[in-house]
């Protein structure tokens, strides 16, 4: 582990400059830009009840279409890796990043072949009308996927009417037309192992033409298509090697086309050159909208080499680090927390050159990683690992020429994955968790010199003429289960202020859009004086009530702007993150009034997160059965749970009344006709106990029980009395004797743990739980006491 403080050695420097924009972006609402997405619907189209087609454009210009499927919208986000460079010794590599904004370009050498209705003029173009192919940025990453490599792409928009008005005022416009529309490479000459390597984003949902009205696709009609061609002899003949169609969805059904439709996604493809090596070629990517449907695609990274695989994964979105303890402690390999018997979702980010990916998950059977799942994406889930450490996966990247291991474990495969509870100890301190990466990525304080702070105190007009920050955030995406959070800690890497002054948090929930819930879900604040520290500063907010963090959530912290607060520095991470996975907010003060900025949008070049840290918990809950039935002659049953927190947290759901929370509490909870009761054991053993009055019908109740991050649910059951129990059970032979102690109800030679059960002269059970009983809970009257095979009678 490591302290962190300024004089260790292994802390990466403590300061870091930072620029900010040169002008200001404009004032935007309180919305979480990354969740955001500014997109223009063009038109729409109800292609059946509940199901929207739409034709879009984004906030990078492409044009394309999604669904809308019953209220959901398609194609969410894509974050890839980033690529920049050719593989070393690459015969040919095309990237497209000489883009610099032209409107109709393409790299030099290349060139195209268009279907006459589809040729655009210099006119068309400067009204984003052109569906040929051409240089462009690449998609925003929501409706439009990140190519992985650089910044650019060659895209094609598919058919549609169009229209514009030209310099005169006069309207133009044209028609939809089917496309067959050629983008040709220069001349190659194919080296002894070359292949060919590309990226290609696709709706695989819309490749083939879907018959709305029978709910499947019409696989003899093809709506687009991508095909790989190869000429040499000049273009005057062309041989097709591939196919998109044939080779992506031929293979898939109708339902995982159809939950494709209208997402644009990459993936890198490899056509093989075998019959070409050692001979000189021409490469045609051919766009083909036949029937003028089908959707917008895009090519990248055409390459023409004997390239190596490189396996790479990051972490699923919403995956929580250990971080630092509340004593400034850190371990120094990579932990993260994930919730227990919750499937996670792994994604590989391979490079382009990658064919087949392949996951070794570790088996808790085996104890080995012998789990082995073929494909990009994978979902494993694993059981409470009871502060044990599961193996990061180990992702094979190959292709023909080799093959490449990847673990966030790095090459040993350090560190690990704690499955449910909470992450152990560090020197009997608490670990907390975050989003920010400090065993990989480090620490900083970002700031602008002079002791003005990119995340707090900062000298008058360093962000501009009446502009100054008033808080700062972090956004934290929604955990793949609820994670209970009692403390929040804010690491500071400057701070002075007077003892009075208040620091507060403000922890929002956040919709899909990015909206804030309308108030703060929790709040909590801390004086100067409670936040001490040399070099390095924790504040630790409390919360008064656990806060059950279960979708996207944002983390406030104001005060800082006030005269008694002189210096006051948060930490971030030092490496940054790649554009796609920024987590760092601030809140400005513009003219008099508050306006919320992405830190990659207020600063150059910066993608971050914030030391805020959590102090949460994936709590976990089973029972030992599924189905149970009271015990005839005492009317309970106890049974046997696994949980990381006591049963005196838990609660039942009430799900007929809104899914209301009854807390199990110590004389037992009434739910309908049971009483249920918490039970925590004198070795610390978890239980739940069921009881009920005696019942002269059969009856049955499903119970959910919940404690902070899971629901369980047991199906109590219930047989009609036929025999004599209660009063009319009491047997003068099989009579035991009591004895009190002040209000103390002892049944003499019996356990202290041995089940007793006290029945009202009604034959009504009133008491159900250990021996040596409180009597204060009865009121006046006749008992009778039932302990085993032995009854009782007292008055009182």
Known sequence: MMLLSLSSAVVVSATVPVTPIESHPELRSTQISNLSVERTVLSEKEMAPGIVQRVVRDREGHIYKDMVKHGKVSAGRQNIRKVFKAPANATFYEGFEGHAGELDWLPEGWTEINTPENKPTLEMCSHNINNSWSGQDTGDGYWTAITTDGVKECWIHFTYNWSYKNSEGEKVEGAKAPQDEWLITPEITVGANDDLFFLAEADLGSVYDYNWSAYMYERDRIDTDLEVHVTTDGGDTWTCLWKLSEKECAGKTDAELYDLMGELQYASYCVPLTDY??????IAFRYLTPFAGGNSMAVDAVTVAAPQPEAFYT??????????????????????????????????????????????????????????????????????????????????ASNINGSHKYSFGGEENKGGMYV????????????????????????????????????????????????KQTAIGNLFYAPAAPLTVTDVMLTLGEFDADDDAVISLEIYNVDSDGRFSAQPVATSSVTGKEITGFGFYNAIFHLATPYEMSGHTFVMIKGFDSEKVREFAACAQSEHNDAAHNYAYMMFEINGEEVLYSASDALVNYSSALYISLNGTYHVLSLSEEIVTLDETTNMVEVAANATNSPENWWVVDTANDNARLPLVAEGTTFDWLTITPVTGADGAYAVRFSAARSSVQRSKTVSLGNGGTEVRIRVKQSATTDTSGIDGVNDEDGCTLSFDGDILTVCGMADDETVCIYDAYGRMVYAGVNNVDTRILGKGIYIVRCGAYTAKFAK
Do not use: Q
């Open 315 to 396: 972490l699923t979105e919403g995956s929580l680090l250990a971080g630092i303890s509340d004593g400034l402690h850190s371990n120094t390999e990579p932990y993260i927390l994930i919730p227990a018997d919750k499937e996670i979702n792994w994604s590989a980010s391979s490079n382009v050159y990658t064919e087949t990916n392949s996951w070794a998950f570790y088996s808790e059977a085996s104890g080995e990683m012998t789990d082995i799942v073929e494909g990009n994406t994978a979902k494993v889930s694993y059981g409470w690992s009871h502060g044990g450490v599961i193996p990061y996966p180990v992702l094979t």
């Open 277 to 282: 090596r050692g001979k000189k070629v021409k």
């Open 420 to 467: 449910g509870g909470r992450i152990p100890n560090l020197a009997d301190e608490t670990v907390y968790l975050g989003n920010y990466d400090y065993v990989n990525k480090g620490l900083a304080v970002p700031n602008f010199g002079n002791g003005s702070y990119c995340f707090g105190t900062s000298a008058t007009g360093t962000w501009g003429n009446n502009i």
